[in-house]
T-cell receptor, first 111, second 113 residues
């Protein structure tokens, strides 16, 4: 499969804790993007990191990219109940006409 | 408000019928996409379009058709040739193909009855 793979598939934490999700992919990329999806809704873009970048921040989100290991991580700090959603990584791969999505991590934040 | 709008939200299809899902955007984006999402799976690309009057097949185009007569509109027809059409369909657009963020509609849930 050309899709990325998120790990873990499901994650349950207490409000206030940090949540870390990982994404691995198989080929060279132009960029890697993280999206959030609330149940039964469309996806919302969170952050884009280009292949020449190693880390990006946006509010409580921190994304890292390690192209040598073909992996990325999304850290959500000080989680809130409203962060409960599925999180997907998507890769724009060199030479491909597609944005490849992983199967997602289902995050549950318990109040 | 700027955004991407899909309609209807829920759609029921009888066996052997064609149905058309609407997708409209007022973001002035050139690129538009249709994805299919099945439970527990990621998104799979059905079709994409980079400019008006041009579109390309994605990974799972069989049983689907699209048109791009206007920049703002990218309707998807699910034909009777699609043997397992029950799924959640998502339309998206972006300023540049895959190099910038994609904006998604709220989705259409299609059920075969």
């Amino acid at each position: 499969s050309q899709q990325g793979e998120e790990d873990p598939q499901a994650l349950s934490i207490q409000e206030g804790e940090n949540a870390t999700m990982n994404c691995s992919y198989k080929t060279s990329i132009n960029n890697l993007q993280w999206y959030r999806q609330n149940s039964g809704r469309g996806l919302v873009h969170l952050i884009l990191i280009r292949s020449n970048e190693r880390e990006k921040h946006s509010g409580r989100l921190r994304v890292t990219l390690d192209t040598s290991k073909k992996s990325s991580s999304l850290l959500i700090t000080a989680s809130r109940a409203a962060d409960t959603a599925s999180y997907f990584c998507a890769t724009s791969q060199t030479g491909a006409n597609n944005l490849f999505f992983g199967t997602g991590t289902r995050l549950t934040v318990i109040p | 408000d700027g955004g991407i709008t899909q309609s209807p939200k829920y759609l029921f299809r009888k066996e052997g019928q064609n149905v058309t899902l609407s997708c409209e955007q007022n973001l002035n984006h050139d690129a538009m996409y249709w994805y299919r999402q099945d439970p527990g799976q990621g998104l799979r690309l059905i079709y994409y379009s980079q400019i008006v009057n041009d579109f390309q097949k994605g990974d799972i185009a069989e049983g689907y058709s699209v048109s791009r007569e206007k920049k703002e509109s990218f309707p998807l027809t699910v034909t009777s040739a699609q043997k397992n059409p029950t799924a959640f369909y998502l339309c998206a657009s972006s300023l540049e193909r895959y190099n910038t963020e994609a904006f998604f509609g709220q989705g259409t849930r299609l059920t075969v009855v």
